[in-house]
């Protein structure tokens, strides 16, 4: 029903003075009822201040909220294809994540980037791949990669995983741009509400819209 009222509302909100009522705040007493009863009803109760209308906030800030649902959905889209893209290796006998603490790190990225392009194995150049303090768990990064088996058509599927987390990531990146120049008139209340512990920007937007 949420849908239905929106069109109207946004095409008489700046004429008029709308009151978005709960229904059953303004039902009708059972007995019988039609269409013209019900309106005489409601238009008698609001004639007498009776009718309690719900919060709708301004145009601006449903705007933003319509950005920070999506952003919401894009970061959890991202978590579901990270999970996807770390299954995937699991299922081809690659434990790598039991080892390194960020899949998506870049020594982590660089392997199972070599694992999918490759149509061989060499431990020697996975050593090579690996960044600093992951040097000294170069023994444990092969041990999780022995018995490594993949099928051309799960590589393909693993870069069509990683593709898209690459879009998702980057869609994201637009989004707080966009966000960014948005949230511009509320800047000071988001500023506030980031002193709160554990509340970054992103937390700051979702908080203004609530």
């Known amino acids: 029903m949420l849908s239905l009222r929106v069109p109207v509302f946004n095409l008489i909100e700046d004429s008029i003075n ?18 013209t009863k019900d309106s005489k009803w409601i238009g008698d109760l609001f004639r007498l201040g009776l009718v309690p209308g719900s919060f709708i906030p301004q145009k ?33 006998n ?3 994540d039991a080892v390194v603490s960020d899949m998506f790190g870049k020594s982590s990225s660089s392997i199972t980037d ?4 490759s149509d061989s194995f060499d431990p020697q150049h996975c050593v090579s791949l690996l960044q ?19 099928m051309p058509e799960q590589k393909y599927r693993v870069r069509m995983i990683r593709n898209h987390l690459k879009f998702i990531e980057k869609s994201i990146h637009e989004l707080d741009d966009m966000l960014n120049v948005l949230a511009l008139p509320y800047e000071s209340a988001i500023q506030l509400l980031c002193t709160i512990p554990g509340v970054d920007r992103s937390s700051g937007w979702n908080g203004l819209v609530i």
């Open 18 to 35: 709308v009151t978005v009522a709960n229904p059953k705040w303004v039902k009708a007493i059972k007995g019988n009822k039609d269409d």
């Open 60 to 92: 601006s800030i449903r705007i933003l909220r319509e950005y920070t649902r999506y952003r919401y959905k894009l970061v959890s889209c991202k978590s579901s294809e990270k999970n996807r893209f770390q299954n995937a290796f699991t299922v081809c």
């Open 94 to 96: 690659v434990a790598l």
């Open 114 to 117: 070599y694992l999918v392009n």
């Open 132 to 150: 600093k303090s992951l040097k000294k768990k170069a023994d444990a990064v092969i041990e999780s990669i022995d018995g490594y088996q993949m």
